[in-house]
């Protein structure tokens, strides 16, 4: 834990007790602070009763006049669709609002300036990209720390110390309660639309993700799409030290994997992505070129890098291989909650046999039309099956209406098996395109669900069905 001593025999009102929340009352108890906490949901409340030094308090009751700041959790909305209620009564009583970032970034300069700290954001990928860096630093044997977004909240980590590293993936919503976010190295891999309903359109969405590496000593930045290619421009234009990279062939990164080569601009780096399993597919190539150019910033050896590209196992859930029997190879995206994230699976493989559907996000699968010459045969569950169905309808592809997933894994199995493709790699990819909440609490649970039933599958020869879900 990072012990928040900046608010120290200060009044701080929490908002959102889930996981960050627990450890951002931890951090701020620790650190001396007077703790007020409150969340709308009352198991929420009862687990944050626990932890010591803390008051739970209803926020509309509160005295807001001795509160010097409100902490919100990454996932009350700040702005859009509306404000929430802690938040109006935080701006009436002028207290500012942040986040636990916010508070790991005032306290880091207190005690923590000698600590490289790489904040890793963009749309997709930096999940897997904040995964691979903390690797390759490992590999050289470096102190690193990785949470934030993925995995452990950036408070419960371990506290500050010399020379240690901290990697840490930054989302949209926990940039935007950090005001005075200041990398060493920020990394902005791409933008598209997504979680327009937090943040109003496309506009505001970009100028919170450019806002991590406008305030960087370094700003590492993709140029394989509209939005951050000009971000990187701005940067460049106000004199900002900015190292560029792209999944393709762009002669203006510095860093890019033309053909799945990645290598440098000034020729000191060349790798072949093959050798890397886990980083198959064009978003991977992008990734692998992000991480490298971070990476390298700490001076780690070109030797070392290849070995940690070669070894890197991938991400759980991000086009994770969970097994392959009878010439099938079943993939798990589940963390493929948008069109424009399935459509970095749907490009790494031929011979599909798609699972797709859930919650479905703006835009649906329309973008996705230029993959669907891989799909054999589409297998829809969730409320967007419907809307998913005409789409793939409209061009031919031959789909079935599954409702859930047990049921489209046994189907595409069924499938798969008797297909004429048995000479190929016959995929069975769980990529939904959809956020999981119409089944699943969320794509962590729709993906063990779908590892758990190909375990079966690898073990017995068969998927389990639930009765209650026909099939």
Sequence with gaps: ??????????????????????????????????????????????????????????????????????????????????????????????????GDIELFCRQRHEDGQDCPFIAITGTNGKSTTTALVTHLLREAGMDVQMGGNIGTPILALEPFAAERIYVIEVSSYQIDLAPGIDPSIGLLLNISADHLDRHGDLTNYARIKARLVGASEMAVVGLDDRLTANIASQLRLKGRAVVTISGF????????????????????FLFNLDQARAL???????????????????????????????????????????????????????????????????????????????????????????????????????????????????????????????????????????????????VILLSPACASFDQF??????????????QTYLESGSVPVDPAHGG
């Design 441 to 454: 609490p969320n794509f962590m649970r729709r993906g063990d669900a779908f590892r758990e039933a190909v």
């Design 249 to 268: 062939g762009n002669e203006r990164a510095m860093m890019a994997a033309p053909d799945g080569v990645l290598q440098s601009m000034e020729g000191d």
């Design 280 to 426: 198959r597919g064009t978003h991977n190539a992008q990734n692998a070129a992000a991480a490298v150019s971070v990476v390298r910033q700490l001076d780690v050896p070109p030797a070392v890098l290849s070995r940690g590209l070669i070894s890197f196992g991938g991400l759980e859930h991000r086009m994770e291989e969970v097994g392959a029997k009878d010439g099938l190879l079943f993939i798990n995206d589940s963390k493929a909650t948008n069109a424009d994230a399935a459509s970095r699976a749907l490009n790494s493989f031929r011979s599909i046999y798609w699972i797709a559907g859930g919650l479905a996000k703006e835009g649906g699968i329309e973008t996705l039309v230029d993959y669907f010459d891989r799909i054999e045969h589409a297998y829809l569950i969730g409320d967007a099956a419907e809307a998913f169905a005409e789409t793939l309808g409209k061009k031919g592809v031959t789909l079935s209406q599954c409702g859930y997933m047990d049921v489209a894994l046994a189907r595409a199995v069924e499938d798969a098996k008797e297909s004429d493709n048995a000479g190929k790699e016959r």
């Design 1 to 98: 834990m990072i012990p928040i001593t900046i608010f120290k025999d200060q009044t701080i009102a929490v908002f959102g007790l889930g996981g960050s929340g627990i450890a951002t009352l931890e951090a701020l108890a620790a650190g001396g602070a007077k703790v007020l906490a409150f969340d709308d949901n009352e198991a929420s409340r009862e687990k944050a009763a626990a932890v010591a030094g803390v008051e739970i308090v209803d926020l509309r009751e509160a005295d807001w006049s001795s509160v010097a700041a409100l902490v919100l959790a990454p996932g009350v909305p700040l702005t859009h669709p509306k404000p929430h209620w802690s938040v109006e009564l935080a701006k009436e009583a002028g207290v500012e609002i942040i």
